[in-house]
Each structure stands twice: as C-alpha cells, then as structure tokens.
C-alpha cells in the first residue's frame, strides 16, 4: 500500500515535511514487514514475548541488543557451502 500524500502538500503550508516524514515511515514499515515473521504477545501488564521465525540460524548467530529504546536484533551465517541458486527464497 502506498500513501500519495501530494495533494495535501498544495493546500498546506508547512505541513510538507511532516506528511513526508509519515510517507516515509510509511514505506520503511512496509519494506521490513515481510521479513522475519514475528510475533508479540503480551504476557503480563508490562512483559512481552517476541517469538521470530528464523529459518537457518542457531542462537550462536543471532545478536540482541537495546540501542536508545530500541530492540535490535542482527543475525549473521556462516555459508560454508558455496550453492548456486535460480531462486532463493527461504534464509
């Protein structure tokens, strides 16, 4: 889904930036939506668990940390294996 917020930017002055900055947001979330599938359930008033569907990875190679109230989470392989692949689709 796409916003096309240009007709707003004609009739509002100064409002150009914000409605870029929310187009922009917009498609940042939509780029990273996909991939990995996740889930968040709430456990208690204040706890939460995030479950993430990663295909391929041990718990050696994945990474959590929290960078300015924000959860972070890096993944790295090792491809020991050199494949040629006509498609690669799954991580």
Known sequence: ???DLTPLFRTS?????????????HRIDQNN????PYNIETLEE???Q????LA???QDDIDITSEQNTL???GKTCNDVERKYLH???A
């Open 72 to 74: 972070v989470i890096r």
């Open 50 to 53: 995030i479950t993430l569907a």
């Open 1 to 3: 889904m796409n916003l």
């Open 56 to 58: 391929g990875f041990t």
């Open 13 to 25: 002055v100064g409002f150009d930036r914000m409605a870029q900055m929310m187009n922009q947001a």
């Open 88 to 90: 690669r689709g799954i």
């Open 46 to 48: 204040n706890q939460y």
């Open 33 to 36: 939506a996909s991939y990995p």
